[in-house]
């Protein structure tokens, strides 16, 4: 099978603009979970999506917001960027089939950076 | 609140020597998962391997094994044979349901293996 892949894999926006990642779990994966990763604060978790719903939020504002499809693809928005938002940011998928098929598999990452 | 501290920031081993990675984590729960994710310079996470609380064995994945000390909250890495494509950033993990991806990550060991 085919692993997570994230696009773009590099992104340069400026203040203030939006932008939006995308994420192709595995296939037959139906949890989409996204995490940022920054020097200062490490990896945090941001939201999980599982059929067409999120989950579980972690704590971040309202500026990140995300949606899943119905072929559970995930896009994660960001708006009104701000420099603290410049970071690699990471989806994992899992098929969540039941207990002990909860594995997060990753993708390569999008590295935002914002000037 | 659930926390992961990784108290070695960098760590080197000989190649075909052991290496130990440290981990702890701080919760009130019974029930959990442990996990422990190897990220190269590629950048791309994988999973190395992971331990239900409720198992008292020791998980296991070939030169990779775990010492999980539930009563210390303890959950560290040996790597035995080490090999120079075992050198990257290790992250110890935590979380408390199956069906909540919600994962809280700890700091990182950067692992260097010599020659």
């Known amino acids: 099978k085919a692993g997570v892949t994230q696009t773009p894999r590099y992104l340069i926006k400026t203040r203030g603009q939006q932008v939006t990642l995308s994420c192709s779990p595995i296939s037959g994966h139906r949890s989409v979970s996204w995490y940022q990763q920054t020097p200062g604060q490490g990896l945090q978790f941001l939201f999980e999506y599982f059929s067409e719903t999120q989950r579980n939020k972690g704590n971040f504002p309202g500026r990140f917001s995300g949606r899943q499809f119905s072929n559970s693809r995930s896009e994660m928005n960001v708006s009104t960027l701000e420099l603290g938002d410049s970071a690699l940011y990471l989806c994992?998928?899992?098929?969540?089939?039941?207990?002990?098929?909860?594995?997060?598999?990753f993708g390569p990452g999008t590295r935002l950076t914002v000037l | 609140a659930q926390t992961v501290t990784q108290s070695q920031p960098e760590m080197s081993v000989q190649e075909a020597e052991t290496v130990t990675l440290s981990c702890t984590y701080d919760t009130s729960e019974s029930d959990y998962y442990l996990f422990w994710y190897k990220q190269p310079p590629s950048r791309q996470m994988i999973l190395v391997i992971r331990q239900e609380a409720y198992k008292q064995q020791n998980a296991t994945e070939n030169r990779f094994s775990v010492n999980f000390q539930k009563a210390a909250k303890s959950f560290s890495l040996k790597i035995s044979d080490s090999q120079l494509g075992d050198a990257a950033m290790y992250f110890c993990a935590y979380k408390i349901l199956w069906n909540n991806n919600d994962m809280r990550f700890g700091a990182g060991t950067r692992l260097t293996v010599k020659p």
């Open positions: 994992a998928s899992s098929s969540h089939t039941g207990p002990g098929t909860d594995t997060q598999y």
